[in-house]
């Protein structure tokens, strides 16, 4: 079984489709999953068995999410998700691991990882993962997601390295901004945070990507982090 290169020209019939990558080791598990997907509708654009072929192949194929193992051959998968995010901030990245080890889980969210899922997940748990990563969503398995918010507290009582937030002539946040940062540090998805203040759920997307570039941030990690430390998930 071979890798899929890069994606060909757009399917009609799959445009507007989410755009998916698949990196796994194992030729079977990795093909299995890209088909699953494929066959749900979400448009795989390319698969890795290693993660130097991963970073390479996402910088061709642009996808939307990468599905990511964390046991890679050449480059871990950790090492692999902050090489991608790095090189573009809008790509999510849903880890897909056989480990459940906090230890994994906590170095995955802060190499940029959106969510964590376990291999044990049902398929239709996967396609609803995926779904919500493309609309950067964090998604974890039951139980995870309390020892993430745990640790973004924890980073927030580390020295951070300076934003320029402080500086008066640095870009101010408006009121929903806020009010949007606020909510994020609580842990609460882009889904529920556009129900709570009546908005569309892209309105709230928007309002973070803008939050992140003016404070000169890269992911969700450091988002909260700066919320935290700045009291507002007690707000």
Known sequence: MTER???QPPDPERRGAI???VVDDHPMWRDAVARDLAESGFDVVATAGDGDQAVRRAAAAAPDVLVLDLNL???PGVQVCKEVVGADPKLRVLVLSASGEHADVLEAVKSGATGYLLKSASTEELRDAVRRTAAGDPVFTPGLAGLVLGEY???AS????AAGTDDPGAPRLTDRETEVLRLVAKGLS???IAERLVISHRTVQNHVQNTLGKLQLHNRVELVRYAIERGLDDA
């Open 5 to 7: 290169q890069t994606s």
């Open 19 to 21: 755009r998916v990558m």
């Open 73 to 75: 051959p050449g480059k």
């Open 153 to 155: 507290r924890r980073l």
């Open 158 to 161: 580390e020295p951070a390295p």
């Open 190 to 192: 882009y889904k529920q």
